[in-house]
């Protein structure tokens, strides 16, 4: 299991970032402010850094900064309210993998670090099918394509219901609500006018057989 370092002072944006990614199967840790993501990134510990700019004690670019000068190579995708041109281009020759303003979208931010992960296993030598392959019965999620595969046949599905399925298969014969679906997939807080995660669920069922996911009436969804 991948292990992340989130670096955010605001408490809200890092439990909700926290809570999205231990939904999709990694462990995460959280700290406040630059001089704790600074020693801690350099442990050895994460495999990758999610770290805010605007951080106490030690900015962001100075973390970054630092952890380049001492030759640490732990994948960083900076998460920030600083927009500019300017610092984007600044975060980005200072050695971070990735940027990406605020206000932003979790779903995004997951694919960002899916891909990051991926680039480091890729350097490391470490197989692509091991990591980002899921297997549930006779199905086989492969995240990087958005494929999955139903016994020989392999069908093409669209981010959104990549996601969905994904986080079926990490809580395999767990009902899921509708308000934590939203949550887990599309980072959104429960609308109760909203019926996005119906619409899904019925396009998956169409691609992968409605008899592996069950309506669990009142409740939510279950993968069979």
């Known amino acids: ?69 001492t030759n640490i ?51 490391e030598g470490v197989g692509q099918d091991t990591t980002y392959r899921m297997t549930h019965g006779d199905m086989i999620l492969d995240l990087r394509t958005q494929r999955v595969q139903i016994g020989e046949k392999w069908l093409d599905l669209s981010r959104r219901e990549v996601g969905l399925l994904e986080t079926l298969m990490r809580h395999p014969g767990q009902v899921l609500s509708r308000p934590q679906l939203l949550s887990m ?9 909203s019926n996005v995660v119906d619409v899904y669920i019925r396009t998956l069922r169409k691609k992968i057989g409605a008899e592996k996911v069950e309506t669990v009436r009142g409740a939510g969804y279950r993968l069979l």
């Open 1 to 69: 299991m991948s292990r992340i370092l989130i670096a955010e002072d605001d408490r809200g944006i890092a439990d909700f970032i926290q809570r999205g990614l231990k939904a999709a199967g990694y462990a995460c840790d959280v700290v406040d402010n630059g001089a704790s993501a600074f020693h801690l990134a350099g442990t050895g510990d994460f495999d990758l850094l999610v770290l805010d700019l605007g951080l106490p004690r030690m900015d962001g670019m100075d973390v970054l900064d630092a952890l380049r000068a």
């Open 73 to 123: 190579s732990i994948p960083v995708i900076v998460l920030t309210a600083r927009t500019s041109i300017d610092d984007r281009i600044k975060s980005l020759e200072g050695g971070a993998n990735d940027y990406m303003p605020k206000p932003f979208q979790f779903a995004e931010l997951l694919a960002r670090i899916r891909l990051r992960l991926a680039d480091r296993a890729n350097q």
């Open 185 to 193: 997939v599309w980072g959104m807080d429960f609308d109760p006018g």
